[in-house]
């Protein structure tokens, strides 16, 4: 089968298109016929080795251990475990394959049954279904489970134009808040098409200091100051903040909060890694097949131009979701 595979850490060239084996299903896997995957942040992270603890994490020290990137996948299961239940040959299915060793950027992937790995929401396309999983979930549990949104609060998403920001403005909108996007001029129209009701330039406005306040802010960005949140937040407001810019400046982030926090009147945190699980897949497609939230992909790649899909994602900081497509035809 191809696949595209780096086999050392560094520059978005250094992924080719190569022919490898294809895998074959354990009792408890299914093989899915993998028709489309999305790029997210972890693939660069562990495409340069950035931050470099990612070589301390089993990636490997000198070089990649594992060798195909790809976290989201989107495709057809062909093959099926004798212990599988929950699927069957024929099934349209997409997932986050983060826990089962990545490999999204590959014409077939083994899953594990149990891990997060769902039936696709029936209205939309493998390349729609593609760029939901990690942007989504991370997305839906930062806003859900960490910020406590609740229909008719001020919402601030800042990096609103991003995989994950896109899906903040999405998931906020559903749940009945009023949405304000901040993210850069080229980016405006597509936040404010998503739904956002007010959209800050962030290079011509400081939404720190024009005397708004919100009652939950998504920061995607990581970029905001323990300061810059106490000016925005309003009574019993709750940052959540989402990855980070720099692991000094997120530890920096995460001690001044956390006493901030404990003096009441505001919260502030940081997420963490988000919790993959079928069952979030499950409500992730429920929203979608009730057409409460449709996915934004700002461009669609060939398998054999990945390189290339890294390089925009990276250099031109793309808007919402960058697309891999996988033909099984050529």
Do not use: W
Request: proline letters at 4%.
């Amino acid at each position: 089968m191809k696949a595209v595979e780096y086999t050392k850490y560094g520059m978005p060239s250094n992924l080719k298109l190569v022919e490898v084996e294809k895998p074959i299903p354990k009792d408890n896997e299914i093989l899915v016929k993998v028709y489309a995957s999305s790029i997210n942040s972890a693939d660069l992270r562990y495409l340069r080795a950035d931050p470099f603890f990612v070589r301390l994490m089993g990636q490997g020290f000198l070089k990649p251990k594992v060798t195909i990137l790809g976290v989201d996948i989107a495709g057809k299961v062909e093959a099926i475990g004798k212990n599988i239940t929950l699927f069957q040959v024929g099934d349209e299915v997409y997932g986050e394959i983060f826990d089962s060793g990545l490999g999204g950027f590959a014409q077939y992937k083994c899953v594990p049954e149990h891990k997060s790995i769902a039936i696709k929401p029936k209205n939309m396309t493998y390349e729609q279904a593609a760029s939901v999983p990690v942007a989504g979930i991370t997305a839906i549990q930062g806003l859900r489970d960490f910020g406590h949104i609740k229909v008719g609060k001020k919402v601030l998403i800042n990096g609103a134009s991003g995989g994950v920001g896109s899906f903040a403005v999405l998931f906020a909108k559903a749940y009945g808040s009023t949405v304000t996007g901040v993210c850069s001029t080229k980016n405006m129209d597509m936040v404010r098409s998503i739904g956002a009701d007010i959209v800050i330039d962030y290079k011509k406005e400081d939404f720190t200091k024009n005397g708004e306040q919100y009652d939950l802010i998504f920061d995607v960005a990581a970029n905001l100051s323990v300061a810059d949140i106490k000016n925005t937040l309003a009574p019993n407001g709750v940052c959540v903040v989402v990855g980070f810019s720099s692991i000094p400046k997120m530890l920096k982030l995460t001690l001044q909060g956390s006493k901030v926090s404990k003096k009441g009147n505001i919260e502030i945190g940081h997420m963490g890694s988000s919790k993959p699980s079928n069952k979030e897949l499950d409500f992730l497609r429920e929203l979608m097949e009730d057409n409460n939230i449709v996915p934004a992909i700002d461009r669609t790649y060939p398998l054999n131009e990945t390189a290339e899909a890294m390089r925009y994602f990276e250099d031109e900081h793309a808007k919402a979701k960058v697309v891999i497509t996988i033909n099984h035809e050529e």
